[in-house]
């Protein structure tokens, strides 16, 4: 074969629902030489890494660590190591990731309930204790942003429900966390995970994951060692997790003091993971919430003088994306396309019923700032107008200068 | 908390049974900018990628692709899905690595027997013949290069047995691939997977996998596309893969000519596999195997000429890694902690009956040069005699230099 050049991607602004474009140094700390995976410095760069993502998600827990592999991977660690065969595991379904969650957990042999609302909407509080109350599960699964609708479910009350009701309480926050408020510990969450991708700057591939001691106690109550480096009074429980490289007993000897060998921690995604917390908390962790939800109030403010209609529930939308419907006429994917070709710039469209429907739009991590948004609008309306759509001339980039001029300092 | 700086390891040659350092174009290759998953360049780098594998494991399997995680990642996947719950499994185990291939088939409820053999020594193909007629597997699993103790099972007869009893062969050469041959379609394997961390020369975190039009069809026929992109007319299997993250059929239809989302493919980490096999490649995939084997032989002799005693097999450990036994009254540990801090070498212990009791030393991807070797034997040298070993002056160095002097050039 030809052999292909060195990777030398396009210029790309990456302002879909993420991947995104990732924060500069986060890109330059994976070039980082490798260290042995015991080494005195992965270790320490391990320990500070807990550190950071406690910080990040406004925890306690000694156990908040990474998952090596995707935030899907988080997702199905957590819930393959929580829920045994036959649990029952209740999710509200308010869009794509919660059929995922679902899904997953009926891989895990649970018995899954469902309960679901239209997409663009998200539950009450008193939906879900409803459901909790008739279905007693073991575990509920909620996504707090559910990308392909855009929509943030509030999670601010549903911890003290769970825990009247013993029931553990999981969240996947991979699109949420780090632009939208996620306090694992004052909302009472036993389990939370998340992805680089999206608001934390990062590429995919590495996957946070923070357990609550309740959660812990789960988990190790399912121990197992693996034979092969297992040694005398070693666990091995009959009712172990059904997977070995995402049972987090393991995945929790190996960050733990003992060090138990497990994976070989993927030590390039360590570094990134690393350094995306340590942006965002040399931001601060605040700082960088509110300059999120500015970016994505100046992108709203802006597709709406464009005259598009917003898709959803505005009011319960995460800060750092925003869905919008395809103008009637203009071709969504022919349209994206030349925003690619012409400009550099991805937005996405969505899935299963919003598919072609409603394009949508991320203002996250690195790209939540104000040249990222008003440069987007600018080629959004160069576009619309090209495919016949009738747009106010420099309407979409005013308003959002507007929303920006109008911030506090 | 007071935030810890940009990540800034120090200056190590990892000389253990891996990770070792990579190559320096495959660090730069992970800081490349960010692409969209469905964006043009992105697809055709995974494209690429796929045809850069199919060369480096020698097969035209059309299903050559990368698993989102580390190199055990890729074991669960191929295991995962290629075996039902109550289908017989056969694990010839002759290391560490053995042990985990079995406790994986476990964990996915397969009924598994294994054979063994003393750590240090492989199996006869007559061994695993005589096996597989006993046990009637489904799918024999068998690791290449077990690092745990350097050997390196012979694999070209294996596929005419597994094919004249209709089982399927799976193989890991994760610590093997591109160190030394390995002829997946040659050898008649249906599945075989790696990680980037050892001879390929990248970081952990991505795991190369190949599967045979037979390993695809058994896949295909467990096939369920997700809720949420399900459409009319797809397949949900009621014998599903217990897994989704690990559920190759979904991961082919992703990495497919239908693109159909799975997880968000971990940009940075394709980037530096491609880089892995592009660097291997570009020097010729037969060179680097001699390199390796030259890189191999000079260490061997070089610890020879030092006095150590060689563990096991000689004739079939991997060209990558020697196991050597730590001379009486050397404290281990100490000696190796020794080595790390005044002359930034890493090199490894071992596992289970071997922990404590050899040293790895590894020769792999960038660090299979000269330089590399005769800096470790003489650092090496240093430390034993540090410790009190009788270790002839200059000895390793020059039985090493010997060697590559009478390579040809």
Redesign the interface.
């Known amino acids: 074969?030809t052999?292909?050049g060195?990777?030398?991607?396009?210029?790309?602004l990456?302002m879909?629902p993420?991947?995104?474009?990732?924060y500069p140094?986060v890109?330059?700390?994976?070039?980082?030489?490798?260290?042995?995976?015991y080494?005195p410095?992965m270790t320490q760069?391990m320990a500070?890494t807990q550190?950071?993502y406690r910080?990040v998600w406004a925890t306690g827990n000694d156990a908040t660590l990474l998952i090596?592999?995707?935030?899907?991977?988080g997702i199905?660690a957590a819930i393959?190591s929580l829920v045994r065969p036959g649990d029952r595991v209740l999710v509200p379904v308010f869009?794509?990731?919660?059929?995922?969650l679902?899904?997953?957990a009926e891989?895990?042999?649970a018995e899954v309930h469902t309960i679901e609302t239209a997409w663009g909407q998200v539950f009450t509080p008193s939906a879900i204790e409803e459901a909790i109350v008739r279905v007693k599960p073991t575990l509920l699964a909620l996504v707090q942003g559910d990308t392909?609708t855009t929509m943030n479910q509030p999670l601010d009350e549903i911890g003290a429900i769970c825990a009247r009701h013993g029931v553990l309480f999981y969240s996947d926050a991979t699109a949420s966390l780090g632009g939208n408020p996620f306090e694992a510990d004052a909302w009472g969450l036993d389990a939370a995970t998340a992805?680089l991708?999206k608001c934390l700057g990062g590429?995919?591939?590495s996957a946070p994951i923070t357990l609550s001691p309740r959660a812990v106690e789960v988990v190790r109550s399912r121990s197992r060692v693996?034979?092969?480096?297992r040694e005398e009074g070693d666990a091995a429980a009959s009712d172990?997790?059904?997977?070995?490289?995402?049972?987090l007993g393991m995945i929790l000897d190996y960050w733990g003091p003992r060090r138990l060998?497990?994976?070989?921690?993927?030590?390039?995604?360590l570094?990134?993971a690393?350094?995306c917390a340590?942006v965002l908390?040399?931001e601060g962790r605040d700082a960088v919430i509110a300059r999120h939800r500015l970016a994505g109030d100046a992108m709203l403010a802006g597709v709406e003088a464009l005259g598009l209609t917003v898709f959803g529930d505005v009011a319960h939308k995460m800060a750092n994306v925003v869905a919008v419907e395809i103008p009637e006429g203009v071709p969504g994917d022919v349209a994206r396309a030349a925003l690619?070709d012409d400009f550099g710039i991805?937005i996405?469209t969505s899935?299963?019923p919003l598919h072609g429907r409603v394009w949508r739009i991320g203002t996250m991590g690195y790209n939540a700032r104000k040249d990222a948004v008003l440069t987007t609008l600018a080629a959004l309306e160069s576009v619309l107008r090209r495919f016949g759509a009738a747009v106010p001339v420099g309407g979409g980039v005013e308003a959002a200068r507007d929303v920006f001029a109008g911030a506090p300092a």
Do not use: C, K, W
Not at 27 to 37: F, I
Not at 68 to 73: I, L, N
Not at 240 to 247: E, I, P
Not at 261 to 269: F, Q, W
């Open positions: 074969m052999l292909p060195p990777i030398d991607p396009p210029a790309r990456l879909g993420g991947p995104i474009s990732a140094s890109l330059r700390a994976m070039s980082a030489p490798l260290v042995g995976q080494d410095f760069a500070e550190q950071l910080e090596d592999g995707t935030s899907r991977a199905e393959v869009g794509r990731f919660g059929h995922l679902a899904e997953i891989r895990a042999l392909s992805g991708q590429p995919s591939g693996e034979a092969g480096i172990f997790v059904r997977s070995n490289y995402f049972d060998n497990h994976h070989t921690e993927a030590t390039s995604m570094y990134a690393r350094e340590r908390l040399g690619l991805e996405g899935f299963g």
